[in-house]
T-cell receptor, first 114, second 114 residues
Framework: AQSVTQLGSHVSVSEGALVLLRCNYSSSVPPYLFWYVQYPNQGLQLLLKYTSAATLVKGINGFEAEFKKSETSFHLTKPSAHMSDAAEYFCAVRTKAAGNKLTFGGGTRVLVKP | DTGVSQDPRHKITKRGQNVTFRCDPISEHNRLYWYRQTLGQGPEFLTYFQNEAQLEKSRLLSDRFSAERPKGSFSTLEIQRTEQGDSAMYLC????????????FGSGTQLSVL
């Protein structure tokens, strides 16, 4: 079985500060890992994905994530938050063993303070 | 790439009524997924199609739910005898099959059952 846990349902950061969103996964086989962002009244948009190539993955809008197998983690970071980063972020896992479905975490809502 | 479109954006219905949602995927995508998202939660997998074949259904999908993709293009999701617990955002996504396939999501249909 595959599962994802996102620590912290809400995160508040100041504009210009580091954004760190935590994601831990559970999988008995090598996973594909994803981060999606959802802006209000919009669908989910892919930020980045890990596919067993480089462990440090760079995505859109200045976000990056690092795959750490020993910690079963795939935390998302951005060095300097912008007001436009206010949104909900979802970590997701997919494995061939579990078919083709994505399993999402519960999401982390990011609030950016001026 | 016109994106994934879903219709309607919002649906309000009375308990016991039937509702049908439509999803038009990106034209060259052969896979189509339905997810359900409730407030404060990550999307939950419901079912997916490869071309016109429905390959997997979640145990979340009761007998009152049925999905079709008759010609391998658009898909419909029908809920019969709606219950208040069916109130949620229903998301559609499409993709090209592949190991790390990227899902493109529509903006969803928000269902409210009164």
């Amino acid at each position: 079985a595959q599962s994802v846990t996102q620590l912290g349902s809400h995160v508040s950061v100041s504009e210009g500060a580091l954004v760190l969103l935590r994601c831990n996964y559970s999988s008995s086989v090598p996973p594909y890992l994803f981060w999606y962002v959802q802006y209000p009244n919009q669908g989910l948009q892919l930020l980045l994905k890990y596919t067993s190539a480089a462990t440090l993955v760079k995505g859109i809008n200045g976000f990056e994530a690092e795959f750490k197998k020993s910690e079963t983690s795939f935390h998302l970071t951005k060095p300097s938050a912008h007001m436009s980063d206010a949104a909900e972020y979802f970590c997701a896992v997919r494995t061939k063993a579990a078919g083709n479905k994505l399993t999402f975490g519960g999401g982390t809502r990011v609030l950016v303070k001026p | 790439d016109t994106g994934v479109s879903q219709d309607p954006r919002h649906k309000i219905t009375k308990r016991g009524q039937n509702v049908t949602f439509r999803c038009d995927p990106i034209s060259e995508h052969n896979r189509l997924y339905w997810y359900r998202q409730t407030l404060g939660q990550g999307p939950e997998f419901l079912t997916y199609f490869q071309n016109e074949a429905q390959l997997e259904k979640s145990r979340l999908l009761s007998d009152r739910f049925s999905a079709e993709r008759p010609k391998g293009s658009f898909s419909t999701l029908e809920i019969q005898r709606t219950e208040q617990g069916d109130s949620a955002m229903y998301l559609c996504a499409s993709s090209l099959e592949g190991g790390s396939e990227k899902l493109f999501f529509g903006s969803g249909t928000q269902l409210s059952v009164l």
